[in-house]
């Protein structure tokens, strides 16, 4: 079969691979469609550890081609997308329903092989089946909206709540939209691109440009003064840290949920006084990715917008990958197509 393999930094092998045969409790998926996001970025670039040389990719859809002999609850040719996490399942991390933070987790593309080649097994219990109804386009954002949907929780109280999203990108721009979903009303999203601040306005939310507005001003503005409840950082800038307190209210609640990579300062003393929660939101769980993909069916959420390119699964063999990592670079969410 075809897979595309991370051999190193900057350099995507596109190349014949043997083609898995499932467990006994797995399902063998003919992968249709693979979306590119940050962390795979990341990773072709060399700011995340990849190890050895793998098959990258990790947010996807298809369908099912062949089940091994203790799996059931699929039909071959059923539309199915994956959650992308494996965990041991016996620890108390795992035991709370709380996989995510296990200490033997495996990520697609990272740690086990993933999803940009034509067949991959999964367990069964990670497998979840798509209405014929769906795209397998729209299923293959179900990870991403369940990272967003993670993030939410990790808020808390939802209710009355003004929320400012930093970051405009595809996991800023899903979080407003689940916010929205939970019954959030008022929902600022700030980003310094234009074309991703009209989308936040298109999808129906106050949408901020820092290049061009004040934020500090703008975002007190839409909050009667008191600025927001909820803050989510999903830009993964060290830059918006100076936004961090001048824009949250008394009580309020800042969710991390970019990858900060450089230290950034906190004022805790102005915490104190505000009485703040800082929270980080990691991953997700099963449950985060069933709501995902339930709110997907349901049409709670556009995702359909957040696909912005797509290429042929060919055209990662162009210069090593780089040109398509540099079309995913400038994109919301670049699909490669199987």
Do not use: W
């Not at 897979?3 to 249709?32: D, N, Y």
């Not at 293959?140 to 949907?149: D, I, M, T, Y």
């Not at 003393?269 to 993909?293: C, G, N, T, W």
Request: glycine letters at 10%.
């Amino acid at each position: 079969m075809r897979a595309a393999i991370l051999v190193g930094p900057g350099e995507i092998q596109l190349c014949e691979a043997p083609e898995p045969h499932p467990a006994s409790h797995e399902v063998k998926i003919a992968v249709s469609h693979v979306g590119i996001c940050g962390s795979d970025l990341a990773r072709f670039e060399g700011r995340l550890p990849k190890g050895e040389p793998i098959v990258f990719g990790h947010e996807f859809s298809g369908r099912v081609y062949e089940l091994g002999s203790a799996t059931q609850a699929f039909m071959p040719g059923q539309p199915v997308t994956v959650a992308p996490l494996l965990n041991c399942g016996h620890c108390a991390y795992c035991l709370r329903g709380q996989g995510y933070l296990c200490a033997e987790r495996r990520r697609f593309g990272a740690d086990v092989p993933g999803a940009l080649s034509d067949f991959v097994c999964v367990p069964a219990e990670r497998v979840f089946e798509l209405p014929k109804s769906l795209s397998l386009e729209q299923g293959a954002l179900a990870e991403p909206l369940a990272v967003a949907l993670h993030a939410v929780h990790q808020a808390g109280d939802l209710s009355g709540a003004v929320i400012a999203v930093l970051g405009g990108g595809a996991i800023g721009l899903l979080i407003a939209q689940a916010a929205h979903a939970l019954g959030v009303k008022t929902i600022m999203v700030i980003d310094i691109i234009s074309e991703r601040v009209e989308l936040a306005q298109n999808l129906g939310f106050i949408g901020i440009n820092a290049c061009t507005t004040n934020v500090i001003h703008s975002v007190l503005q839409h909050s009667q003064q008191n600025g927001v409840d909820l803050l989510f950082e999903a830009s993964g800038s060290s830059d918006v840290a100076q936004y961090f307190l001048p824009l949250l209210a008394k009580l309020g609640t800042i969710v991390v949920v970019g990858r900060i990579e450089d230290p950034v300062p906190i004022d805790l003393d102005r915490m104190l006084h505000k009485e703040a929660r800082l929270v980080a939101s990691r991953y997700f769980s099963i449950p985060d990715f069933q709501q995902a993909v339930n709110m997907i069916v349901d049409g709670d959420i556009a995702v359909n917008c957040m696909i912005q390119k797509r290429i042929p699964f060919s055209y990662l063999s162009e210069d090593q990958g780089r040109s398509a990592m540099s079309v995913a670079r400038k994109s919301m969410r670049l699909i490669v197509d199987l």
